[in-house]
């Protein structure tokens, strides 16, 4: 057989995909980052139509081209709240406008074999989006964001996927010096925000994009 890991996956994704249709998600299957972007643009949005769209921090939408493709055209109205010529205090303002946006587009932190969404932001913009304000809102997953259930998803959050994002973002935080989650008390600790979102409401108001590859954080 070509590509058994692709083929693996791609029968876990399927499993993760029923399970996500059952609690109310829209879900979508890409083979790779370039087709999610596609089917972004090809399906999603001109299915839903949206006038304002916006985003929050996610690898996977800045790697998928979506972001400057958003940005710089002219068929949606883009509010950047990535826009590096602003002071930290216009970004914060952009963040809460982002919240009533037609088309949000995010990524996830985790996505149990259950179906449920599972994040850990440092404001809460985007865990907020997820949870109430935009019409709409698309996740774009990575295979590689897959867990068995609720308790892997947070010990993946807190040990991996924290510690990594503090990296990136250079925050003086310890874990940046451990590799795992210390709890701190730091100004910069980025662990604020949980949220668990066990289905969609109302029903496809979050459509969910699997990505048959390993994609973000």
Request: hydrophobic letters at 35%; one cysteine or more; charged letters at 30%.
């Amino acid at each position: 057989m070509d590509k058994p890991i692709d083929n693996y996956f791609r029968l876990n994704l399927r499993t993760v995909k029923e399970a996500l249709a059952r609690n109310g998600f829209d879900v979508h299957m890409a083979d790779s980052l370039e087709d999610a972007r596609r089917v972004a643009l090809e399906e999603i949005l001109p299915a839903l139509e949206p006038k304002t769209v916006s985003w929050g921090g996610s690898v996977t939408f800045s790697s998928s081209g979506l972001y400057e493709t958003l940005r710089d055209g002219d068929q949606y109205e883009a509010l950047d709240t990535w826009d590096k010529s602003l002071s930290n205090e216009e970004k914060y303002e952009r963040r809460r406008q982002a919240l009533l946006v037609d088309c949000f587009f995010c990524g996830t932190n985790a996505v149990t074999e259950e179906g449920h969404l599972v994040n850990l932001d440092m404001y809460g913009n985007r865990t907020g989006a997820i949870t109430f304000g935009p019409k709409n809102v698309v996740v774009l997953v990575g295979r590689n964001k897959i867990v068995p259930d609720l308790e892997r998803a947070m010990e993946r959050i807190k040990q991996y996927v924290a510690p990594v994002n503090t990296m990136r973002l250079d925050m003086k935080t310890p874990c940046v010096k451990t590799g795992y989650c210390m709890d701190c008390d730091s100004p910069q600790r980025i662990c604020n925000v949980w949220t668990i979102t066990e289905k969609s409401f109302p029903k496809g108001r979050i459509q969910v994009v699997l990505i048959n590859a390993d994609e973000g954080f």
